[in-house]
């Protein structure tokens, strides 16, 4: 499915981009979801959507995948290529740490798991980009250049 969707936007768009947030709570936790067609756990996000901002595509996101709502100003973390996916997808990291979960996030079609975890204390099957994401942010490291 995931190399379908790359190939119709290899030809379709001439860059993909997407927006991912680190949803930090206030107890030290990050919000991690874990997909039906992917193996790991990882941060929520997705595609920018055409005539979309960054900001409403993060948003949307959030929504969809977390029951979450930003309420104040999501902090860019860094903007990353994403040469694992493709030669065109790029990634811009958003922290979060002001924000209203609406409810808890069920199971669907597209979200398997989905939860806030302790940063000390994270799950099993965290993908590597999470942990460097992480990683960066919370030791206060400048973002590398790959996701």
């Known amino acids: ?21 680190a949803v930090l709570s206030p107890k030290g936790e990050v919000f991690l979801i874990r997909h039906t067609y992917v193996p790991g756990w990882q941060l929520p996000g997705g ?12 948003a949307r996101e959030l929504s969809e995948e977390a029951c979450i709502v930003p309420m104040g ?9 994403n ?16 924000f209203r979960v609406e409810s808890v996030k069920q199971p669907d079609r597209e979200i398997a798991e989905a939860g806030f975890f ?3 204390g994270l799950p ?24």
């Open 73 to 81: 100003e999501p902090v860019l973390h860094g903007l990353y290529f």
């Open 118 to 120: 302790p940063l000390d």
């Open 83 to 98: 040469r694992r996916i493709s030669r065109r997808d790029h990634v811009a990291l958003y922290v979060v740490r002001d």
């Open 1 to 21: 499915m995931m190399r379908l969707l790359h190939l119709y936007f290899r030809f379709a768009r001439g860059v993909t981009f997407g927006v991912r947030a």
């Open 47 to 58: 595609g920018v959507e055409v005539g979309e901002t960054v900001h409403e595509a993060l």
């Open 124 to 147: 099993d099957g965290v993908t590597p980009a999470t942990r460097r994401r992480l990683e960066e942010i919370a030791k206060g490291l400048p973002p590398t250049a790959d996701w």
